[in-house]
């Protein structure tokens, strides 16, 4: 079945240090959703990516989409406490006419001060 | 801003035991998931379910499981007689509409501690 991995499973960085979380879907996708997790908290959506080679910016936040579809990330510049949580991205799956979401792995950003 | 409601925001039952994990989507929307994630692991789809109907479920759903939608704004998970392993955080979600661009909202979850 398809499946969404993300690298690294964990990160500590410093403050004001990057960030980088790599997701690569088993398939081709028609988009890639982003989503955050703060501890104790729920997925909170943040963006969405359709075009091939497609990116966005929020803020600090950069998101990617490959070219091929089948991959994404998410750089953060100059991290801050703020920005501790897990990391996922979620590609579409299809059924009977309805989308669910496989979910990546997630990629868990601890933020040391 | 509207959210999605769940409740309660902890259960703790007996191994064997049925419980309920009631959940309030956003008012219009019309696509609704139940998602768990056990502690530190990641997000899994249950199931999904539109027009009154469940539209996929995964393999963790199985006849132990249930989804109803009794009132036309409540949204339920029943989990028929509770394991060890059932116990994780509960995530309800919806979505607005028809195509897969649309974001999911969640609620804040249902810690669910089978004892």
């Known amino acids: 079945g398809q499946q969404v991995m993300q690298i690294p499973q964990y990160q500590h960085v410093q403050e004001g240090e990057d960030f980088t979380t790599y997701c690569n879907s088993s398939?081709?996708?028609?988009?890639i959703q982003w989503y955050k997790q703060r501890p104790g908290g729920h997925p909170v959506f943040l963006i969405q990516?359709?075009?091939?080679?497609e990116v966005k910016k929020q803020k600090r936040l950069t998101f990617q989409f490959g070219e091929a579809k089948k991959n994404s990330s998410l750089h953060i510049t100059a991290t801050q406490t703020t920005d501790v949580g897990t990391y996922f991205c979620a590609g579409p799956r299809i059924s009977r006419g309805t989308y669910k979401y496989i979910f990546g792995t997630g990629t868990r950003l601890k933020v040391l001060a | 801003e509207p959210e999605v409601t769940q409740t309660p925001s902890h259960q703790v039952t007996q191994m064997g035991q049925e419980v309920i994990l009631r959940c309030v989507p956003i008012?219009?929307?019309?696509?609704f998931y139940w998602y768990r994630q056990i502690l530190g692991q990641k997000v899994e789809f249950l199931v999904s379910f539109y027009n009154n109907e469940i539209s996929e479920k995964s393999e963790i759903f199985d006849d132990q499981f249930s989804v109803e939608r009794p009132d036309g704004s409540n949204f339920t998970l029943k989990i028929r007689s509770t394991k060890l392993e059932d116990s994780a955080m509960y995530f309800c979600?919806?979505?607005?509409?028809?195509?897969?661009?649309?974001?999911?909202?969640f609620g804040d979850g249902t810690r669910l501690s089978i004892l």
């Open positions: 398939t081709t996708l028609s988009n």
């Open positions: 990516l359709v075009k091939s080679g």
């Open positions: 008012s219009n929307h019309l696509y």
């Open positions: 979600a919806s979505r607005r509409q028809v195509g897969s661009n649309q974001p999911q909202h």
